[in-house]
Protein backbone atom coordinates (compact mmCIF):
# COMPACT_ATOMS: atom_id res chain seq x y z
CA UNK A 1 0.00 0.00 0.00
CA UNK A 2 2.72 2.63 0.95
CA UNK A 3 6.49 2.24 -0.21
CA UNK A 4 9.04 5.25 0.86
CA UNK A 5 12.73 4.54 -0.65
CA UNK A 6 15.28 6.66 0.91
CA UNK A 7 13.59 9.76 1.72
CA UNK A 8 15.21 12.89 2.33
CA UNK A 9 13.55 16.17 3.40
CA UNK A 10 14.33 19.23 5.36
CA UNK A 11 12.86 22.95 6.45
CA UNK A 12 14.44 26.13 5.18
CA UNK A 13 17.58 23.91 4.30
CA UNK A 14 18.05 22.33 7.87
CA UNK A 15 18.07 18.31 7.19
CA UNK A 16 15.26 16.64 9.22
CA UNK A 17 15.21 13.08 7.70
CA UNK A 18 17.69 11.09 5.21
CA UNK A 19 17.39 7.63 3.37
CA UNK A 20 14.56 6.46 5.44
CA UNK A 21 12.81 3.50 3.58
CA UNK A 22 9.23 2.00 5.17
CA UNK A 23 7.21 -0.33 3.61
CA UNK A 24 3.23 -0.57 4.74
CA UNK A 25 1.74 -3.48 3.51
CA UNK A 26 -2.29 -3.47 2.50
CA UNK A 27 -4.22 -3.73 5.72
CA UNK A 28 -0.98 -3.80 8.07
CA UNK A 29 -1.42 -1.03 11.14
CA UNK A 30 2.04 0.42 11.23
CA UNK A 31 3.05 2.66 14.34
CA UNK A 32 6.37 5.01 14.42
CA UNK A 33 7.84 5.98 17.15
CA UNK A 34 11.06 7.76 18.15
CA UNK A 35 12.42 11.16 19.77
CA UNK A 36 10.71 14.20 19.95
CA UNK A 37 11.61 16.38 16.56
CA UNK A 38 12.60 13.38 14.91
CA UNK A 39 10.05 13.98 11.61
CA UNK A 40 7.42 11.15 12.45
CA UNK A 41 4.89 14.07 11.24
CA UNK A 42 6.84 15.02 8.54
CA UNK A 43 6.38 11.93 6.66
CA UNK A 44 2.62 11.39 7.32
CA UNK A 45 2.89 15.05 5.34
CA UNK A 46 4.71 13.51 2.83
CA UNK A 47 2.92 11.06 2.11
CA UNK A 48 -0.09 13.36 1.76
CA UNK A 49 1.45 16.11 -0.81
CA UNK A 50 2.20 18.39 2.32
CA UNK A 51 5.80 18.80 2.33
CA UNK A 52 7.50 18.21 -1.12
CA UNK A 53 10.92 15.41 -0.34
CA UNK A 54 14.04 16.47 -1.21
CA UNK A 55 14.86 13.07 -2.54
CA UNK A 56 13.88 9.82 -2.51
CA UNK A 57 10.61 8.37 -3.65
CA UNK A 58 6.99 7.53 -2.21
CA UNK A 59 4.82 4.84 -4.16
CA UNK A 60 1.24 5.02 -3.01
CA UNK A 61 -0.70 1.89 -4.09
CA UNK A 62 -3.90 4.21 -3.59
CA UNK A 63 -5.03 7.49 -4.83
CA UNK A 64 -4.22 10.13 -2.40
CA UNK A 65 -8.23 11.18 -2.27
CA UNK A 66 -8.55 7.79 -0.50
CA UNK A 67 -5.95 9.03 2.11
CA UNK A 68 -7.45 9.82 5.37
CA UNK A 69 -5.36 12.29 7.98
CA UNK A 70 -6.28 12.45 11.24
CA UNK A 71 -4.16 15.51 13.11
CA UNK A 72 -3.64 15.64 16.41
CA UNK A 73 -5.84 18.70 16.88
CA UNK A 74 -9.22 17.54 15.58
CA UNK A 75 -9.43 20.50 13.12
CA UNK A 76 -13.00 20.79 12.82
CA UNK A 77 -14.39 24.03 11.46
CA UNK A 78 -16.27 25.96 14.20
CA UNK A 79 -18.52 27.62 11.86
CA UNK A 80 -20.31 24.22 10.76
CA UNK A 81 -22.21 21.61 12.96
CA UNK A 82 -20.73 18.11 13.29
CA UNK A 83 -22.91 17.25 10.70
CA UNK A 84 -21.88 19.38 7.86
CA UNK A 85 -17.62 18.64 9.35
CA UNK A 86 -18.44 14.82 8.34
CA UNK A 87 -19.86 16.04 5.20
CA UNK A 88 -17.38 17.97 3.88
CA UNK A 89 -14.94 15.64 2.68
CA UNK A 90 -17.97 13.84 0.96
CA UNK A 91 -19.61 17.27 -0.82
CA UNK A 92 -15.71 17.93 -1.77
CA UNK A 93 -15.33 14.64 -4.23
CA UNK A 94 -18.67 15.24 -5.78
CA UNK A 95 -21.75 13.82 -3.76
CA UNK A 96 -25.04 16.05 -3.29
CA UNK A 97 -25.18 17.79 -0.13
CA UNK A 98 -28.36 15.91 0.50
CA UNK A 99 -26.75 12.37 0.23
CA UNK A 100 -23.54 13.85 2.12
CA UNK A 101 -25.78 14.81 5.31
CA UNK A 102 -27.50 11.62 5.58
CA UNK A 103 -23.87 9.36 5.26
CA UNK A 104 -22.45 12.26 8.08
CA UNK A 105 -26.09 11.02 10.27
CA UNK A 106 -24.93 7.21 9.34
CA UNK A 107 -21.19 7.76 10.80
CA UNK A 108 -22.11 9.80 13.66
CA UNK A 109 -24.78 7.25 14.88
CA UNK A 110 -21.65 4.75 14.38
CA UNK A 111 -19.71 6.75 16.59
CA UNK A 112 -22.52 7.24 19.58
CA UNK A 113 -23.09 10.39 18.91
CA UNK A 114 -26.64 10.00 17.39
CA UNK A 115 -28.59 13.66 17.69
CA UNK A 116 -25.69 15.69 17.93
CA UNK A 117 -25.45 16.09 14.34
CA UNK A 118 -26.66 20.04 14.77
CA UNK A 119 -24.25 21.03 17.50
CA UNK A 120 -21.23 22.93 16.69
CA UNK A 121 -17.54 21.82 17.83
CA UNK A 122 -17.75 24.29 21.06
CA UNK A 123 -20.59 22.52 22.11
CA UNK A 124 -19.15 18.93 22.71
CA UNK A 125 -16.56 17.89 24.83
CA UNK A 126 -13.14 16.88 23.99
CA UNK A 127 -14.05 13.26 23.15
CA UNK A 128 -17.06 13.83 21.56
CA UNK A 129 -15.09 16.05 18.98
CA UNK A 130 -12.53 13.81 18.46
CA UNK A 131 -15.60 11.02 17.64
CA UNK A 132 -16.43 13.52 15.33
CA UNK A 133 -13.22 13.73 13.47
CA UNK A 134 -13.07 10.10 12.90
CA UNK A 135 -16.49 10.19 11.81
CA UNK A 136 -15.12 13.11 9.48
CA UNK A 137 -12.47 10.72 8.37
CA UNK A 138 -14.21 7.29 7.77
CA UNK A 139 -17.40 9.19 6.17
CA UNK A 140 -15.28 8.81 2.75
CA UNK A 141 -14.19 5.29 3.05
CA UNK A 142 -10.73 5.85 2.71
CA UNK A 143 -8.42 2.72 2.27
CA UNK A 144 -5.89 4.39 4.10
CA UNK A 145 -5.21 6.30 7.49
CA UNK A 146 -2.60 8.82 8.70
CA UNK A 147 -2.55 9.77 12.18
CA UNK A 148 -0.31 11.99 13.85
CA UNK A 149 -0.65 11.21 17.37
CA UNK A 150 -4.49 11.98 17.04
CA UNK A 151 -5.34 11.03 21.00
CA UNK A 152 -2.91 12.91 23.05
CA UNK A 153 -4.92 15.48 24.22
CA UNK A 154 -7.39 13.04 25.59
CA UNK A 155 -8.14 11.84 29.46
CA UNK A 156 -7.44 8.06 30.13
CA UNK A 157 -11.13 7.07 29.85
CA UNK A 158 -12.34 9.07 26.86
CA UNK A 159 -8.74 8.20 24.58
CA UNK A 160 -9.39 4.41 25.28
CA UNK A 161 -13.50 4.64 24.40
CA UNK A 162 -12.60 6.39 21.20
CA UNK A 163 -9.32 4.20 20.38
CA UNK A 164 -11.35 1.32 20.72
CA UNK A 165 -13.65 2.77 18.35
CA UNK A 166 -10.54 3.47 15.87
CA UNK A 167 -9.38 0.15 16.26
CA UNK A 168 -13.11 -2.00 15.29
CA UNK A 169 -13.70 0.30 12.28
CA UNK A 170 -10.18 -0.28 11.08
CA UNK A 171 -10.53 -4.03 11.73
CA UNK A 172 -13.25 -4.72 10.32
CA UNK A 173 -12.78 -2.82 7.25
CA UNK A 174 -9.25 -4.24 6.62
CA UNK A 175 -7.77 -0.26 6.39
CA UNK A 176 -4.16 0.66 6.56
CA UNK A 177 -2.95 2.66 9.46
CA UNK A 178 0.20 4.28 9.77
CA UNK A 179 0.03 6.03 13.11
CA UNK A 180 2.34 9.04 14.84
CA UNK A 181 2.33 8.32 18.73
CA UNK A 182 5.24 8.81 21.82
CA UNK A 183 2.87 5.93 24.11
CA UNK A 184 4.66 2.92 23.28
CA UNK A 185 1.84 0.78 24.78
CA UNK A 186 -0.72 2.29 22.15
CA UNK A 187 1.96 1.54 19.34
CA UNK A 188 1.98 -2.36 21.08
CA UNK A 189 -1.90 -2.59 21.65
CA UNK A 190 -2.67 -1.05 18.07
CA UNK A 191 -0.15 -2.05 15.50
CA UNK A 192 1.16 -4.82 13.70
CA UNK A 193 4.33 -3.39 13.24
CA UNK A 194 6.10 -0.52 15.12
CA UNK A 195 8.76 1.53 12.95
CA UNK A 196 11.63 3.16 15.34
CA UNK A 197 13.16 6.39 14.29
CA UNK A 198 17.15 7.47 15.42
CA UNK A 199 17.56 11.04 16.38
CA UNK A 200 17.58 13.63 14.16
CA UNK A 201 18.50 15.88 12.24
CA UNK A 202 18.85 13.15 9.53
CA UNK A 203 16.84 10.62 11.10
CA UNK A 204 15.86 7.39 9.65
CA UNK A 205 14.44 4.14 10.79
CA UNK A 206 17.04 2.07 13.04
CA UNK A 207 14.60 -0.57 13.97
CA UNK A 208 11.64 -2.31 13.36
CA UNK A 209 9.47 -4.49 15.44
CA UNK A 210 6.62 -7.04 14.41
CA UNK A 211 3.85 -7.40 17.18
CA UNK A 212 2.89 -11.28 17.34
CA UNK A 213 -0.61 -10.45 18.99
CA UNK A 214 -3.95 -12.02 17.35
CA UNK A 215 -6.63 -9.84 15.81
CA UNK A 216 -9.82 -8.64 16.64
CA UNK A 217 -7.87 -6.87 19.58
CA UNK A 218 -9.38 -5.98 23.14
CA UNK A 219 -7.25 -3.01 23.87
CA UNK A 220 -7.71 -4.23 28.34
CA UNK A 221 -6.71 -8.08 26.88
CA UNK A 222 -3.85 -7.48 25.11
CA UNK A 223 -2.08 -5.45 27.82
CA UNK A 224 -2.88 -8.63 29.71
CA UNK A 225 -1.15 -10.79 27.40
CA UNK A 226 2.06 -13.02 28.38
CA UNK A 227 4.18 -11.10 24.79
CA UNK A 228 2.82 -7.39 25.54
CA UNK A 229 5.35 -7.06 28.73
CA UNK A 230 8.52 -8.41 26.86
CA UNK A 231 7.57 -6.28 23.89
CA UNK A 232 6.73 -3.27 25.65
CA UNK A 233 10.86 -4.12 27.64
CA UNK A 234 12.23 -4.50 24.18
CA UNK A 235 10.48 -1.46 22.20
CA UNK A 236 11.63 0.45 25.27
CA UNK A 237 15.12 -0.33 25.46
CA UNK A 238 15.64 0.60 21.62
CA UNK A 239 13.91 3.87 22.08
CA UNK A 240 16.53 4.66 24.98
CA UNK A 241 19.00 3.25 23.00
CA UNK A 242 18.12 6.03 20.14
CA UNK A 243 18.19 8.67 22.85
CA UNK A 244 21.30 7.81 24.71
CA UNK A 245 22.97 7.68 21.69
CA UNK A 246 23.89 3.56 21.74
CA UNK A 247 22.83 0.55 20.62
CA UNK A 248 19.29 -1.53 22.08
CA UNK A 249 21.67 -4.20 22.50
CA UNK A 250 24.00 -2.35 24.51
CA UNK A 251 21.67 -0.73 26.75
CA UNK A 252 20.18 -4.31 27.65
CA UNK A 253 23.47 -5.55 28.56
CA UNK A 254 23.73 -2.55 30.73
CA UNK A 255 20.40 -2.72 32.24
CA UNK A 256 20.85 -6.52 32.73
CA UNK A 257 24.57 -5.83 34.89
Not at 213 to 233: C, H
Amino acid sequence: MLDITDLALGYGGTPVLDDLSLTVPASQFAALVGPSGCGKSSILRAVVGLHEPDRGSIDLDVDRRDVGFLFQDDALLPWRSARHNVALPLVIRGESRRAAEAEADVWLDRMGLSGLGDRFPQQLSGGQRKRVALAQSFAPRPRMLLMDEPFASLDAIVRHRVTADLLSWVESHDITVVLVTHDLEEAIALSDRVHLMSNGPRANIVERYDIPLDRPRDLVATRTDPQFAPLLEELWHGLAGVVDGVSSDRRRLEVQA
